[in-house]
């Protein structure tokens, strides 16, 4: 069965910086792009980040790039995200989803954890 | 960016009744997916590729379409269906996503 576990969730202030880690069980997680979606309360959803198999190539959409930063670890089998330079406006619950190469769909997702930036 | 436009924004429909939500794009996209959320729960996805049900979605479900206007129908209405419905494409960066269907039971 395959699981997806977000932690690092929490309050922080304007400008700060917070690091999000999912734990993938349940699939070889070195053959999967992963990706971060997030979802602002009562909002929609919102693509935030991809990474590649290896780690080498990551896209961002403009709202993101140059603070968020994702990596994995696959020896681990672990997903993170760099989150640097935090506004109000990144508060949202932040889910790790795994990917696909080419037609792009999230056919998996986490629980989620919650981020509030707020002063 | 492509925008995905979603319609209806919300809708309730009786247990039985057929119901059609809509994503129009605003530019050609080669598939749409649907996902499912229910209230408090992550997104599933529903259907991929434009009519590929997946895993365990009930066969009342079914997705067509093609280059910028994609649809998703239930055939039979149930009250197991009343959730939030969001397509997404995933054919050129950024990725985005519709901003969702309420579909509520009558």
């Known amino acids: 069965e395959v699981q997806l576990v977000e932690s690092g969730g929490g309050l922080v202030q304007p400008g700060r910086s917070l690091k999000l880690s999912c734990a993938a069980s349940?699939?070889?997680?070195?053959?999967?792009?992963m990706a971060w979606v997030r979802q602002a309360p009562k909002k929609g959803l919102e693509w935030v980040a991809t990474?590649?198999?290896?780690?080498?190539?990551?896209y961002y959409p403009d709202s993101v790039k140059g603070r968020f930063t994702i990596s994995r670890d696959n020896a681990k089998s672990s997903l993170y995200l760099q989150m640097n330079s935090l506004k109000s406006e990144d508060t949202a619950t932040y889910y790790c989803?795994?990917?696909?190469?080419?037609?792009?769909?999230?056919?998996?997702w986490g629980q989620g954890v919650m981020v509030t930036v707020s002063s | 960016e492509i925008v995905l436009t979603q319609s209806p924004t919300t809708m309730a429909a009786s247990p039985g009744e057929k119901v059609t939500l809509t994503c129009r794009a605003s530019?050609?996209?080669?598939?749409m997916h649907w996902y499912q959320q229910r209230s408090g729960t992550s997104p599933k996805l529903w259907i991929y590729?434009?009519?590929k049900l997946a895993s365990g979605v009930p066969n009342r479900f079914s997705g067509s379409g093609s280059g910028t206007s994609y649809s998703l129908t239930i055939n039979s209405m149930e009250t197991e269906d009343a959730a939030t419905y969001y397509c997404?494409?995933?054919?050129?960066?950024?990725?985005?996503f519709g901003s969702g269907t309420k579909l509520e039971i009558k």
């Open positions: 989803a795994r990917t696909t190469e080419g037609i792009v769909d999230f056919d998996y």
């Open positions: 349940g699939f070889t997680f070195s053959n999967y792009y």
């Open positions: 990474i590649s198999t290896s780690g080498s190539r990551t």
């Open positions: 530019s050609s996209v080669s598939y």
């Open positions: 590729e434009t009519s």
């Open positions: 997404q494409q995933g054919s050129s960066y950024p990725f985005t």
